[in-house]
């Protein structure tokens, strides 16, 4: 799933993954797979229905098995100016380790980077060595630590910075 996206208003094909907008109707399975993903601190679904068209952000679904409408991964990007902060990435767990996160990834920061914008933040746990581990791979360093940032359970959240070259 490797190469650059050339992301779209529609849909992209990467690889075995179908990318396009969100759409209301995706929300159940956006909100049963931020519950399955975060079960200590899920967002509402009226969170992701408030990103759904809204200027400046990058909310997209990824389809594990295009035609199927199967929710494979979902992403949020939000942008300000040449910034932007990935609010949220999460893949379904039978869809792990199948490339899907690091694709949608991709996705996203080639889109932001076709908008303008030249440095991605994001917050991850500090606990969650997967998580950090695909973001290093695809070019975020720690910048900063929040201390006690998630509650349930109590933990500190990495500040990752990526910026474009």
Not at 32 to 57: M, N, Q, T, Y
Not at 66 to 93: F, K, T
């Amino acid at each position: 799933m490797g190469g650059r996206a050339r992301p779209a208003a529609g849909v992209v094909s990467l690889g075995g993954l179908l990318v396009r907008p969100a759409e209301s109707r995706d929300l159940d399975a956006v909100a049963a797979l931020e519950l399955a993903c975060f079960k200590s601190d899920p967002w509402p679904r009226e969170s992701f229905e408030s990103f759904i068209g809204r200027p400046g952000v990058t909310f997209v679904i990824g389809e594990a098995t295009p035609g199927e409408g199967s929710l494979g991964a979902y992403a949020v990007l939000i942008r300000a100016a040449d910034e932007a902060e990935l609010l949220n990435l999460a893949v379904a767990g039978g869809s792990r380790r199948l490339g899907l996160g690091s694709a949608l990834l991709r996705y996203v920061l080639d889109s932001a980077a076709e908008q303008g914008v030249r440095t991605v933040y994001l917050e991850v746990r500090a606990s969650n060595e997967a998580a950090r581990r695909l973001y290093e791979s695809h070019g975020f360093e720690e910048v900063g630590r929040r201390r006690s940032y998630y509650q349930r359970p109590v933990e500190d959240a990495l500040i990752l910075q990526r910026v474009e070259p």
